[in-house]
């Protein structure tokens, strides 16, 4: 029961951090921009493309305006 109990809390503490709270954000970005290039393209473009192309194109941008700089 212990073990359960630390690892709850540890998945707990994990799911509010910081860095846990900006991977989802980003994750959301990417699930968006892929939503979106997908109706361009008529098709689903898939995860794999949708991410590499976000990151080329707007993670620097996306991420300075996280940090209040944009």
């Known amino acids: 029961m212990s ?7 540890g998945t707990d503490m994990v799911k509010r951090s910081s860095l846990y ?3 989802q954000a980003e994750r959301e970005e990417i699930l968006k921009h892929k939503w979106i290039e ?3 393209a008529g098709h689903d473009v898939g995860f794999e493309r949708a991410l590499t192309d976000w990151i ?5 941008k996306w991420r300075k305006s996280r940090q209040g700089g944009g």
């Open 38 to 40: 997908s109706e361009k």
């Open 3 to 9: 073990n359960t109990l630390e690892n709850s809390n």
């Open 56 to 60: 080329v194109k707007h993670r620097s």
């Open 21 to 23: 709270r900006e991977f």
